[in-house]
Nanobody, 112 residues
Framework: QVQLVESGGGLVQAGGSLRLSCAAS????????MGWFRQNPGKEREFVAG????????AYATSVKGRFTISRDNAKNTFYLQMNSLKPEDTSVYYC?????WGKGTLVTVSS
């Protein structure tokens, strides 16, 4: 059974950077496709970025393209989301997802 654990959230000023990590266990990591999503209270969870399992092809929401980068380290069974040029509207709880499995989320707060 796949388990995902996010880390790396925190408080940062606008224009700053954070790197989120998602540690995966219980699956064949190198084959896992994975996505980062975010959700604010009262709103639907939205796609942020994704990376395919075997090809490594990436995709990004328009709102983060050029600022965020998704990557993976197969040796560490970990996915990353590097977030640069953060904006207050990036404030959210960020979740990693693979298939039907979700992490518990990590809070990112961007102050203006």
């Amino acid at each position: 059974q796949v388990q995902l654990v996010e880390s790396g959230g925190g408080l940062v000023q606008a224009g700053g950077s954070l790197r989120l990590s998602c540690a995966a266990s219980g699956g064949t990591f190198s084959w896992m496709s994975m996505g980062w999503f975010r959700q604010n209270p009262g709103k639907e969870r939205e796609f942020v970025a994704g990376i395919s399992g075997r090809t490594g092809i990436t995709a990004y929401a328009t709102s983060v393209k050029g600022r965020f980068t998704i990557s993976r380290d197969n040796a560490k069974n970990t996915f990353y989301l590097q977030m640069n040029s953060l904006k207050p509207e990036d404030t959210s709880v960020y979740y990693c997802n693979s298939g039907n499995t979700w992490g518990k989320g990590t809070l990112v707060t961007v102050s203006s």
